[in-house]
T-cell receptor, first 112, second 110 residues
Framework: DAMVIQNPRYQVTQFGKPVTLSCSQTLNHNVMYWYQQKSSQAPKLLFH???????NEADTPDNFQSRRPNTSFCFLDIRSPGLGDAAMYLCAISGTSNNEQFFGPGTRLTVL | GQNIDQPTEMTATEGAIVQINCTYQTSGFNGLFWYQQHAGEAPTFLSYNVLDGLEEKGRFSSFLSRSKGYSYLLLKELQMKDSASYLCAVYNTNAGKSTFGDGTTLTVKP
């Protein structure tokens, strides 16, 4: 059974139209991460939650926001998507921040 | 900050052995992970090293030398399905997070 579920798997949006990606987990792990990954590049950490503590990466644009209403769910909001935001968005979980991460299948975002 | 270096691409033959190297420079090192990522899919965890030495897990082994800032992933008896990107990730306890290298794309040929 999937431990990390991401919806939708494919998302198409228009330039500037807000979009929300969702992630849920079945393991009650403390840490949830959002990564952006472009073709042939490393996953780039956008932010992560340790329980309710939010940790934003210094170079994450303000255009990206996140919410974690409870242990199981985490959302990525892109307020005004640009063409450069087209990428795979990966959600991951771990028991603690120095444990291995379990990744969801990702949401591939296309911006028209 | 952290600097993680891996070869961009490697090619090997089915049935052979391949070694993928990863070098890193970081303060607050507290573990190194290897992940496998097939094209269009999410990374999956392969191994974790925090102490020096070799960790063996079936056809895959991972080695770490903390003093040299060096790790390798060894894949034996290569299979076509091993064609994938292999990501090295270093955990920095000062930053409280892992940073990924750009990955090594391995192509296994018949």
């Amino acid at each position: 059974d999937a431990m990390v579920i991401q919806n939708p798997r494919y998302q198409v949006t228009q330039f500037g139209k807000p979009v929300t990606l969702s992630c849920s987990q079945t393991l009650n792990h403390n840490v949830m991460y959002w990564y952006q990954q472009k073709s042939s590049q490393a996953p780039k950490l956008l932010f992560h939650y340790y329980d309710k503590d939010f940790n934003n990466e210094a170079d994450t644009p303000d255009n990206f926001q996140s919410r974690r209403p409870n242990t199981s769910f985490c959302f990525l909001d892109i307020r005004s998507p640009g063409l450069g935001d087209a990428a795979m968005y990966l959600c991951a979980i771990s028991g603690t921040s120095n444990n291995e991460q379990f990744f969801g299948p990702g949401t591939r975002l296309t911006v028209l | 900050g952290q600097n993680i270096d891996q070869p961009t691409e490697m090619t090997a033959t089915e049935g052979a052995i391949v070694q993928i190297n990863c070098t890193y420079q970081t303060s607050g090192f507290n573990g190194l992970f290897w992940y496998q990522q097939h094209a269009g899919e999410a990374p999956t965890f392969l191994s974790y090293n925090v102490l020096d030495g070799l960790e063996e897990k079936g056809r895959f082994s991972s080695f770490l030398s903390r003093s040299k800032g060096y790790s390798y992933l060894l894949l034996k008896e290569l299979q076509m399905k091993d064609s994938a990107s292999y990501l090295c990730a270093v955990y920095n306890t000062n930053a409280g997070k892992s940073t990924f290298g750009d990955g090594t794309t391995l192509t296994v040929k018949p």
